[in-house]
């Protein structure tokens, strides 16, 4: 079951409401994430494909294990779906992923690492005030407090844990503005090629690209892929993706808005405003925006920022009687369907049944190619934790094959 | 927040201590706000007002007022943990050959909130340190509901319940509340 449709779920039953949060804080619980421990002969290299959360912390795993690696990635930076804002306020913005969707203890099972020395502080995204705005009207729904937390950053954002923990030792290891277009495992080695007319050769291959660029056909194989993995890849949902970031002169907004019926609301969340800067030690009031699948829509397809920003304005002025245009100070769009080596937002419905599709996926081809990702974690969908946890099972299959 | 949740186990004992040397009923009931959280609620009936009317088709229905002291605790986990300290002024009335009667009261109430505000992980352990925040509120509500009053051993009641939690911020209060009424010492 994806979170999704266990949010849903549990909303129309109730009575799975007092286990909402316990559920999602003790999805890696079940299935705690860890670099598995190996004995390995693989003495050969290694190719992953995208540095987003899977890559890298593929990569975090082939450097503990000094197997020979390269990072290759489409676009001018690491991160993928996780992305940083340092600048816009006082406070760092994740313009990607911002939640962490479970106990905080997950940076740790993450990292691995009982050496490490540091702590992260984190808030609990419990948050105040809810409102939901419905047939033309604010309608509080503070209640909502009661039932609903989960975690984020305080001072850092994924982006910067990542780059502090997971990324440093292996920064030269990655080759940027490379996206691959190509990739032939019809002989014993595998072969790359890159739309810049590069060629990467390695004994195997670990893809880690967004889902929504392996259905867009970017990248050809050779031989083709089989026709149950393109099915199973091309059975995923993924919608269009959004986050805005506004800066206000004043908070004049609840700490969630939900747009809908408080059901709705809670269980699609394909479209909350919600206060960014919440139990952020920060001065600047900044509203956010989150948005995804044909919610989203409605705003990616414009043609121009400006058009975004325009219609984000015009609704928030209608719900809070011209108070955003009044405090307005500046603003941030992160459009992810418009990146084009990204192009939507993240994993949300299967099609099928979501573990045979995962596993027809991860199935490796020829012993060479392999795949990991958000998408592709069962327990943990979704999420980069689930990404992370995805990489490291695949990454250890990968080695002792 | 170890502090109130001494003092509110103490109250708890302290009403059950009473109200049996006193021979008052006892209330335990799960108590659910918001159908979700999961509680306890301790209390007991102190007399208040009885009366009785006669109408056209009965003679003799009671009618009574009671004062119930009560203490709860209830918790959604990994979000927030709560004592309340609470005194409902209850109307009931029954035949007078019958025990069982429809109740409806109203609540005051001081709830305190123990909510999760931020914390520290330590990244090489995943030992986490949570910061909580005592939230304290006004809790007034309203309760609809029946009861039945002991007789041999047990009575019951259940109640739905309806306020509000005044804080910095207002937010709707309401839920079920089931339980048992005794008498440790027989009557």
Redesign the interface.
């Known amino acids: 079951m994806t979170r999704e449709e266990f949010i849903k779920k549990s909303l129309v039953l109730?009575l799975g409401?007092?286990?909402f949060?316990?559920s999602l804080?003790s999805c890696g619980a079940d299935s705690k994430i860890s670099i598995p421990t190996i004995e390995t002969n693989f003495s050969g290299k290694v190719l992953i494909i995208g540095a987003g959360a899977a890559g890298l912390s593929a990569g975090y795993f082939l450097n503990r294990y000094n197997i020979d690696f390269q990072i290759i990635e489409a676009s001018a930076v690491y991160g993928g779906r996780v992305k940083r804002a340092s600048n816009f306020v006082d406070f760092p913005i994740d313009l990607g992923a911002e939640w962490i969707h479970t106990?905080?203890?997950v940076?740790?099972?993450i990292?691995d690492?009982?050496?490490?020395?540091?702590?992260?502080?984190?808030?609990?995204y419990?948050p105040?005030?809810f409102s939901v705005w419905k047939n033309g009207e604010l309608k509080?729904?503070?209640?909502v407090?009661?039932?609903?937390?989960e975690y984020k950053f305080?001072d850092t954002t994924w982006y910067g844990f990542f780059e502090k923990?997971i990324v440093s030792d292996f920064l030269d290891k990655i080759v940027y503005n490379e996206p691959i277009t190509q990739i032939d495992y019809s002989f014993n080695k595998v072969i790359l090629q890159s739309l810049n007319g590069n060629s990467y050769e390695a004994d195997k291959v670990l893809i880690t690209v967004p889902m929504k660029v392996l259905q867009s056909r970017i990248i050809n194989f050779m031989p083709a892929l089989p026709v149950e993995k393109t099915n199973a890849i091309d059975s995923i949902y993924i919608g269009d993706g959004l986050k805005v970031f506004i800066e206000f002169s004043k908070n004049f907004y609840p700490d969630i808005l939900g747009i809908g019926g408080l059901l709705e609301s809670l269980a699609s969340a394909d479209k909350i405003f919600y206060d960014a800067a919440f139990?952020k030690d920060a001065d600047a009031n900044v509203m956010g925006l989150f948005s995804i699948n044909d919610r989203a829509s409605e705003y990616t397809s414009l043609a121009t920022e400006q058009e975004i920003i325009d219609k984000i304005m015009s609704e928030l002025d209608e719900i809070f009687d011209g108070q955003a245009s009044k405090y307005y100070v500046k603003h941030l769009i992160q459009n992810w369907s418009k990146e084009p080596y990204i192009l939507g937002a993240y994993s949300y419905t299967f099609n099928e049944d979501q573990e045979e599709t995962v596993n027809t996926i991860l199935k490796p081809l020829d012993d060479k190619i392999y795949f990991a990702g958000e998408a592709l974690s069962v327990d943990n969908q979704a999420t980069v934790h689930g990404a992370c946890q995805s990489a490291y099972a695949t990454v250890e299959k990968l080695l002792i094959s | 927040m170890r502090n109130i949740l001494v003092f509110g186990v103490m109250l708890c004992l302290g009403f059950t201590l009473s109200a049996q040397n006193l021979n008052l009923p006892i209330h335990v009931g799960y108590f659910a706000?918001?159908?979700?959280?999961?509680g306890l609620k301790v209390g007991t009936s102190l007399g208040g007002k009885d009366w009785k009317s006669n109408t056209q088709n009965e003679i003799n229905r009671l009618h009574t007022i009671k004062i119930n002291p009560q203490v709860g605790y209830f918790m959604?986990?990994?979000?927030?943990k709560n004592i309340l300290f609470n005194v409902e002024f209850e109307y009931r009335t029954h035949s007078s050959n019958r025990s069982f009667y429809p109740l409806v009261s109203v609540g005051m109430g001081y709830l305190a909130g123990f909510?999760?505000?931020?914390?520290?992980?330590?990244?090489?352990?995943?030992?986490?340190d949570?910061n909580i925040k005592t939230i304290h509120h006004f809790v007034p509500t309203i309760n609809l509901g029946f009861g039945r009053t002991p007789q041999q051993k047990f009575g019951y009641y259940f109640k739905l319940f309806y306020g509000s939690?005044i804080s910095?911020?207002?937010?709707?209060?309401?839920g079920a509340e089931l339980g048992v009424i005794f008498h440790i010492i027989k009557k």
Not at chain 1, 113 to 124: G, K, L, M, P, R
Not at chain 1, 145 to 149: D, G
Not at chain 2, 168 to 174: K, L, Q, S
């Open positions: 109730g409401l007092p286990f949060t316990m804080e106990s905080p203890s940076l740790s099972e990292i690492d009982s050496t490490v020395n540091a702590n992260i502080d984190f808030i609990t419990n105040k005030t509080p729904r503070n209640f407090s009661n039932f609903y937390s305080k923990y139990r | 706000p918001y159908g979700t959280h999961i959604q986990l990994n979000v927030q909510q999760r505000q931020d914390g520290t992980v330590n990244l090489g352990t995943g030992e986490i949570h939690k910095t911020v207002y937010a709707a209060f309401f």
